[in-house]
Nanobody, 124 residues
Framework: QVQLVESGGGLVQAGGSLRLSCAASGHTFSSYVMGWFRQAPGKEREFVSAISTWGDIRHYGDSVKGRFTISRDNAKNTVYLQMNSLKPEDTAVYSC?????????????????WGQGTQVTVSS
């Protein structure tokens, strides 16, 4: 069982930056692929980014490539999402997720554990 707690969301102006964190409980964090997803009101959940167990492979959704960076610190059981050049269309609830596999995936149904989410609002 893995418990995930996100933090770092908030209100920011367009062009600004935020850094999201996701702290995981448990002793086997390094064995999980970690992902970030987002969901805006009235829209389906969208893949944002994912990182392999040791951080050597990273995937990004097309809408965030070049602006967002995912990273992880296995010693701290934490995954991060650095978001730069934020746009109003980035406004959503951002959730981190853990996949009990070494195979990275962009599909939300492939993840086993989810955090409660943190709100990110980008004003124009």
């Amino acid at each position: 069982q893995v418990q995930l707690v996100e933090s770092g969301g908030g209100l920011v102006q367009a062009g600004g930056s935020l850094r999201l964190s996701c702290a995981a409980s448990g002793h086997t964090f390094s064995s999980y692929v970690m992902g970030w997803f987002r969901q805006a009101p009235g829209k389906e959940r969208e893949f944002v980014s994912a990182i392999s167990t040791w951080g050597d492979i990273r995937h990004y959704g097309d809408s965030v490539k070049g602006r967002f960076t995912i990273s992880r610190d296995n010693a701290k059981n934490t995954v991060y999402l650095q978001m730069n050049s934020l746009k109003p269309e980035d406004t959503a609830v951002y959730s981190c997720a853990a996949r009990a596999s070494v195979i990275i995936s962009t599909g939300s149904s492939e993840y086993d554990y989810w955090g409660q989410g943190t709100q990110v609002t980008v004003s124009s």
